[in-house]
């Protein structure tokens, strides 16, 4: 049997588009159905937005033809992931025929770029809603109740919606995301994230802390930081990160780095298995890597984005380190946390990307020996600065052919990695039954691999031992041998 669960880790495209499921409040009468695309903190926000909307009297349904309102939480980040949205559209427009009270709205980072283009390019479009600006929704939909057009795309300095508890869709029960930054500053050329989200802020630590502790009631038993940077995090009180030279000595002097709020979250819940994503190496610090060994419920596990091995290609990219600096955070944290897990994402054929620099990339993967990657081909989006400063100018076919040596060079190392496993005991927590099998359990180590083992009697959400007999590149394949200490 075929027991690869995560294959899809190793693919030049993450877009998957889900339907999300649960509200169901009896007083409510109107329906929602509500699609999320791209990154985690999209899926993240559909649950603040079905949590905003259940007290606007509406319920979560997965049939779109009951639908009242569908919502569509769109991503930007390459131009496929906006082709995959404009062909949901479309079928919306069916579906529309066969129910004509349906409106639909667009969230996330199409909405925000696009703004009122989106009502004139598409005619299924009712509403265009940016990411900060969903708790504005009740007002929007009474616009739209009133037959007309609505639109907010207003960029925040402070929203976070830190106040408000998300409603988890489509849980397993077991792991979830808590958001604590929003937005970016680092601008890098090719990326559209700091035109969509806007200027970097960050949570109020307490209402972090609070959302963990709920969690833990509520029986969840991983939890998973987020943000585009969380290594930048930083609470002075409120406010723009950019501001923070213009804090008080008394705001400064309380203040709470990424490296402190890891601290305050894994002591205030033990217990919890804490992960974060994304970290951008010229943003981690040591302090951080070194908060990570320190407690034994953080996992180790760190997702390291690099874009590039060539020195030239990064600078371009106006990402602010070096290959060899990078290397010196690779050894560090090795050396810190010496069974640590690293993932990267990778693009190939950045404008005026050379065979050379490509080598460099290759070079740079065999090196660190990734556990597993994202890897995509570059894709030019509108209003970045590569866009507007740098031709597209690596030919697609071989910008694919490179993707593909990329992908080569991660599924050795992945087979590398997962094989240093094999005949170790490790923790798994589980999370579901395995896609593959009904017999089995899907679960994951700390360092984020995923392992799948005979049901027997345990459940989901426990704490187990599996020894690990076999493995994929991408799994790991093993018994059952007791609950672990944590359990
Ligand atoms: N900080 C973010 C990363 C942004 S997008 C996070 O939290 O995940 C995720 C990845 O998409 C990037 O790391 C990059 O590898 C890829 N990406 C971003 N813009 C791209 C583009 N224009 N073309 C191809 N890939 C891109
Ligand atoms: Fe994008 Fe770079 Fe920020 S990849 S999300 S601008 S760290």
């Known amino acids: 049997m075929d027991f690869d669960e995560n294959t899809e880790k190793i693919i030049d495209e993450d877009i998957q588009g889900k339907a999300l499921d649960i509200v169901n409040d009896n007083a409510n009468t109107r329906k929602l159905y509500i699609e999320s695309y791209g990154c985690a903190m999209n899926f993240s926000d559909s649950e603040i937005v079905a949590s905003i909307l259940a007290k606007e009297g509406f319920n979560t349904t997965q049939e779109l033809s009951e639908a009242d309102l569908v919502l569509v939480n769109t991503c930007s980040i390459r131009e496929k992931a906006e082709l995959t949205v404009r062909k949901r559209l479309e079928k919306f427009n069916k579906v529309k025929r066969t129910n004509p009270k349906m409106k639909v709205g667009v969230l996330g980072c199409m909405a925000e770029r696009l703004k009122e283009k989106f009502l004139e390019e598409e005619k299924i479009v009712d509403m265009v809603v940016g990411p900060d600006a969903y708790k504005d929704l009740p007002n929007l939909i009474q616009e739209v109740d009133a037959g007309r057009d609505a639109v907010n795309v207003i960029l925040s300095k402070d929203e976070t919606y830190g106040d408000i508890a998300p409603v988890r869709l489509q849980t397993n029960g077991v792991t979830a995301f808590v958001s604590i930054t929003r937005g970016c500053d680092n601008m890098c050329t090719f990326c559209v994230v700091p035109f969509t989200r806007g200027r970097e802020r960050s949570r109020n630590p307490q209402s972090i802390i609070d959302e963990v502790n709920d969690l833990w009631n509520k029986g969840f038993k991983e939890i998973t930081l987020l943000g585009q940077n969380v290594d930048s995090y930083l609470w002075y009180g409120g406010g723009l990160k950019k501001d923070y030279d213009k804090a008080s000595d008394i705001q400064k002097a309380s203040a709470v780095d990424f490296a402190k709020l890891l601290e305050l979250t894994a002591l205030a819940q033990p217990k919890m298995r804490i992960r974060f994503s994304t970290s951008n190496p010229q943003d981690m610090t040591l302090d951080v890597v070194k908060v990570v060994a320190k407690f034994e419920n953080i996992c180790n596990y760190i997702h390291l984005p690099v874009q590039s091995g060539s020195n030239r290609i990064l600078k371009a990219m106006n990402r602010l380190h070096t290959r060899e600096e990078y290397f010196e955070l690779i050894d560090n944290i090795r050396k810190i946390i010496p069974d640590c897990a690293i ?140 609950y672990s200490k944590n359990n």
């Open 343 to 482: 993932s990267q994402d990778m693009i190939t054929g950045f404008p005026t990307e050379t065979e050379d620099d490509h080598k460099d990339t290759l070079s740079l993967m065999e090196y660190v020996k990734y556990d597993y990657g994202f890897m995509f081909a570059y894709s030019e989006r509108p209003g970045t600065l590569a866009a507007r400063k740098l031709e597209d100018d690596v030919p697609i076919d071989v910008k694919k052919r490179r993707l593909a040596e990329v992908i080569e060079v991660q599924r050795k190392s992945s087979l590398y990695r997962t094989q240093q496993h094999v005949g170790k005991t490790q923790e798994i927590l589980i999370e579901g039954t395995s896609k593959k099998s009904d017999a089995h359990w899907m679960g994951r180590n700390s360092q984020n691999t995923v392992a799948v083992f005979p049901k027997e009697n345990y459940m989901v959400g426990d704490f187990v031992n599996v020894k690990i007999n076999d493995c994929t590149s991408a799994t790991l394949l093993g018994e059952a041998v007791g």
